[in-house]
């Protein structure tokens, strides 16, 4: 099996090449051609990817048309899944950052009202503490409608 045929067959649901070219508006002589000779043009590879909902760009590194080097990072979840985890803390703080100089007031710069510090001095020794029982609301009881405040 070409190149070709094993990217066709992985989602062409075993159409015949008549059904592909009609589908593509491609050929049918010039596709049953290209695939004998493992020669899809880049072209046809992109009409045949859209035709059937999957990536032009996977296409074309898979008939060797591009390397995966040319088209890595070309969608975000591929990015996502190529970068270190050291790159996407480096991210995540550098949004984290932009948004606190953007904007004067972010829920990442102060502590969260349950957070205590475990030993009153460093800033990143914070414990989750549970408020006390008397400092939360009482639900209504024996028929009144208001909460104890």
């Known amino acids: 099996m070409t190149k070709t045929e094993d990217w066709l067959a992985g989602f062409t649901r075993e159409h ?3 059904q ?8 049918p002589a010039t596709l049953a051609r290209q695939i004998t000779l493992d020669a899809l043009t880049a072209q046809n590879v992109v009409d045949i990817a859209l035709a059937y909902g999957v990536s032009p760009l996977r296409g074309l ?8 080097a040319d088209v890595s990072g070309g969608t975000v979840e591929s990015a996502l899944r190529e970068a270190t985890d050291e790159q996407l ?7 984290l950052q932009s948004a606190s100089s953007d ?10 009202a349950s957070l205590r510090s475990v030993s009153g001095s460093a800033e990143d020794d914070w414990e989750v503490s549970e408020p006390p029982a008397a400092d939360l609301p009482r639900a209504a009881m024996k028929g009144r409608k208001k909460i104890d405040e």
Not at 61 to 68: D, F, N, R, T
Not at 89 to 95: F, L, S
């Open 16 to 18: 015949s090449l008549r």
């Open 20 to 27: 592909i070219a009609k589908k593509t508006g491609i050929s």
């Open 61 to 68: 590194v898979a008939i060797g048309l591009l390397q995966e």
């Open 89 to 95: 803390v480096d991210e995540i703080m550098r949004r």
């Open 103 to 112: 904007e004067e007031d972010t829920a990442f710069d102060r502590p969260v």
